[in-house]
């Protein structure tokens, strides 16, 4: 039988502090250095970091222009190039500078995971669970293994929005309230606005669920509909559409620009795989991480592939599968859900022939075509599987009570065993197994360089490495960039950068007066080994520049000509 669904304040504030105590500890010991250390490695976070800096500068500086971001320059969209954590972008007006974006940052990580595990634990509640099988879904929903090689990727481990906007939307069609309703698609919205990674299947969901309901209500007759329900619905719905079509516009630019936003089935099949990605944890997992390292090791961009949902999750879910917990359509729906998702996770192999639905939607589905890590929809079965493992775990409980004569705290106590378990089969190491560190230091500035003329051009840019700390480090003052970090590299900024291999030679500053950069900003502690390894000794005479030693880096003013319009079309 179902429980009973409605919540206490109480019971609310339990599992709010209860998120946040497990964030904190199953990532600790971050919470002591925030704005010093970050998760994961010093890849994505750093110019996801700027990311959400650039949002709370753009709210307060030009939100009209808000996709217009300083990197990149002189192009345009630039925000777009990438998930552009749009839903964060009020967290950036508190405070300024590099080391506010990284502390920042590590807050927002902490809360996706508190969010994902209250979001799953509210669906869960819902859906008929009780406290105890609610809180072993938000375990195996936040803390599942696969989520860890995720955690350098901040817009698909926030991907709390997703049950939490179910559960609203639930709860506002079994009370008919149109608030409640409205509030769960303004949170599907918001989880939308984070990137198109997530948002873009999550709204393909939306449609899917709304042509099934609408099948239902024809095979039953076209019963009649609660009017006040049925305006909701329209108007969550058309707000929704409304915000995914003001997002999606930049996007599609971008996609019109340039070609290698979307991406060849070439590069997709390179991030697929065999079922067998399900067997394998990451590196940094303590139950999982060195059982599964013989298969891991065979996957290429095995970051993207290690989809193992967890021993005790997928037990609890099968027990799940036969639980009254849940009503038997749910469960059907949740079970067929995560097959569903988990097959469409494995992408496609180009030549074997077979019919793969990832294929069929990367062909059929608008915007599909964009997304080149199938691996990263394991979020969607992931959620599914939780949800069923929650009801493993209340049909296991009742089995106990049963068994017990009902004793309430042998019952207590084996639920908090069951969520220990899940959580502890999700921990990470507190080392990478590289030998690196979990958690590492972010770069510290070399220089102030918010006063040097803009647009600017940090060197060397040839890695992406170092491109990453200029964006984190251009959060002081957002000078405008040519440097910038994603996965479309284009052809403009790429040529320019390529032309600088005799900086500073005649004719790489003639190239930079020619496209109105202002400033060439040297980082003398990263040159060596690179094409700009010499530059710092060469003869500047004669070609109109400005040389100065600020901080760890030289830069170079280029004199006072025309520094371009930004947003036009670069020569060349």
Not at 316 to 338: F, K, N, Q
Not at 473 to 485: A, H, I, Y
């Amino acid at each position: 039988m179902s429980a009973r669904r409605d919540l206490t304040p109480r019971e609310l504030l339990l599992v709010g502090l209860g998120a946040c105590l497990l964030a904190v500890v199953m990532h600790w010991p971050l919470v002591l250095n925030l704005g010093e250390t970050i998760p994961k490695d010093l890849g994505d976070p750093l110019p996801q970091s700027w990311q959400v800096a650039w949002g709370g500068h753009a709210l307060g500086h030009q939100p009209l222009d808000f996709f217009q971001s300083n990197q990149f320059w002189p192009l345009e969209d630039t925000l777009a190039f990438s998930d552009a954590l749009i839903g964060y972008a009020p967290a950036g007006l508190i405070g300024s500078g590099p080391e506010a974006a990284v502390a920042r940052y590590d807050l927002l990580f902490l809360f996706a995971y508190a969010l994902a595990f209250v979001g799953a634990y509210l669906l869960g509640r819902e859906l008929g669970l009780g406290p105890a099988g609610a809180a072993v879904a938000g375990a195996a929903y936040a803390f599942a293994p696969f989520r860890l090689e995720q955690d350098g990727h901040m817009h698909v481990i926030s991907s709390g929005g997703i049950p939490l906007a179910f559960a609203l939307a639930l709860r506002g069609y079994r009370l008919r309230s149109a608030g409640w309703l409205v509030a769960g698609f303004a949170v599907a919205a918001w989880q939308f606005s984070l990137g198109p990674t997530l948002g873009l299947p999550l709204t393909y969901l939306l449609l899917l669920m709304g042509v099934i309901a609408c099948v239902v209500w024809l095979r039953r007759g076209r019963p009649p509909l609660d009017r006040r329900l049925v305006v909701a619905t329209a108007a969550g719905a058309a707000l929704y559409l409304a915000v995914v079509a003001v997002i999606a516009q930049p996007y599609l630019r971008v996609s019109e620009d340039y070609p290698d936003a979307d991406r060849p089935p070439s590069t997709v099949e390179a991030y697929s795989d065999s079922p067998r990605v399900f067997a394998v944890a990451p590196a940094e997992n303590l139950v999982w991480g060195g059982a599964t390292s013989e298969i891991r090791d065979e996957l290429n961009n095995h970051q993207e592939k290690t989809l193992f949902p967890g021993l005790v999750v997928l037990g609890l879910a099968i027990a799940g599968l036969g639980s009254r917990s849940l009503r038997r359509g749910v469960r059907i729906g949740l079970g067929v859900g995560a097959a569903g998702a988990a097959v469409l996770a494995l992408g496609f192999q180009e030549d074997d022939g077979l019919l793969w639905p990832y294929r069929v939607a990367y062909e059929l589905l608008p915007g599909w075509d964009g997304m080149r890590t199938p691996g990263r929809l394991f979020t969607f079965a992931s959620l599914g599987l939780a949800l069923l493992a929650g009801a493993g775990a209340a049909r296991l409980l009742g089995a106990l009570r049963e068994r017990f004569d009902r004793r309430a705290a042998l019952a207590g106590v084996a639920a908090v065993a069951i969520v220990l378990l899940v959580v502890i089969e999700g921990r990470g190491l507190p080392f990478d197994p590289t030998g690196s560190q979990a958690q590492p230091e972010v770069p510290e500035v070399p220089a102030d360089v918010s006063e040097v003329p803009a647009p600017q051009l940090h060197l060397p840019a040839e890695l992406a490495e170092d491109n990453r700390r200029y964006l984190l480090w251009s959060t002081d003052g957002f000078p405008d960039l040519v440097n910038g970090r994603s996965s479309i590299q284009p052809d403009f900024t790429g040529n320019l950068i390529e032309a600088m291999d005799e900086f500073p030679g005649r004719a790489s500053v003639a190239e930079l007066r020619r496209e109105g950069v202002r400033s060439v900003i040297l980082h003398l502690d990263r040159v060596e080994g690179t094409a700009q390894s010499g530059a710092a000794s060469k003869p500047t005479a004669g070609l109109g520049l400005r040389r100065s030693r600020v901080g760890r880096v030289l830069v170079y003013e280029i004199g006072s000509l025309s520094a371009g319009r930004r947003g036009g079309s670069p020569s060349g």
